[in-house]
């Protein structure tokens, strides 16, 4: 269970023994309160100007990869927004609908250079930043998460099929076109139980570079964070942790056709978010009754959990650029993004690129 030290930077630790294997422990709530509070807010609007300007649900948000724009899913029409960094709205687009263009139940999104992917159930649309409808096609998926990563265009994590009927869970896209399947899965009874149940489970998470993939498994039992290299997309390091298949419930496969579900107790761990720092994998991950959010570094054999004094949940991070924040999905007023320039940020954390 992710209950141990919270920790961050070796290079003021603070005074007193700690336990063997542990890491001495500096508490940075306080600057990440300060860099947080002075951050860029994007969606924070009680009355917005326009309806692109607030948030009903973010579903989804990625920085592109020049960091100079963050495009946004929201749960409501017009789906997708398009943000400058400074906070002013760009484009937004993809309205409710079933022609070109439209979208019914967009699930997730991903941004190359100057493209977007939006995915449906079973279906995939092409867009450009400025909002130009591309292409529409069929995918075979239901796709949980997207991301860009290791030389291909996009990465889809959902269950699907291939022509044989093995489950694939990870697929590369080159704009709607497969390519082979990078993560199989249907190994487990959890995993074959979560593929029946998929529309009730809490999404799979998934983060890219041009360097690592890192995929959290929730299926799993119990479940696991895989780190993935580039360009090969073999697997380096698989990381077991206390995540849940959902976040206010524990969902345990106790026979053929039964399922066990509890609520989840005080102390119990469940990731939030997964992004990469630099090449460093990061879970954001909350712990019932704890205030605010931990960043967990991984591998966990140099695990470095940051205290962040918010629930904001860590997105994406650009070098050079910014690091992305989302708020909890019960925000109060309104949802909404925080913009924290990335080398302060990495500074703060101790979360420095290797």
Known sequence: MLLGVLACDDRTASQGSAAPGDREVVDVSASMARLLDSAVRIGAVINPASEGEGFTRIRDAHLTPDGRFVVVLDQAPPYVRVFRTSGSLEAAFVPHGEGPGE??????????????????????????????????????????????????????????????????????????DAGPPLLLGGDTEAERYSYGMRQFIGPRELAGSDDVIVVHRAAREPAETLTMSCPDNRTVATDTLPGLVHQRHMYTRTGPGTVFVRGREAGEPAVSGVAVVGRIPVLSVDVLGEPGMRLVRLPLGTRVDTPIPTAHVLLDARPGSFALFRSPSNAQPVPHLLLVDYDAFVRTTGLEPR
């Open 103 to 176: 979208a019914e139940y967009p699930l997730a999104i991903a941004v190359s250079d100057d493209r977007i992917l939006v995915l449906h159930p079973g279906r995939a649309s092409l867009f450009t930043l400025g909002g130009e409808f591309l292409d529409t096609g069929a995918i075979g998926f239901w796709p949980h998460a997207a991301a860009r990563g290791c030389g291909a265009d996009f990465l889809v994590y959902g269950p699907g099929t291939d022509a044989d009927g093995t489950l694939v869970w990870l697929r590369a896209l080159r704009g709607l």
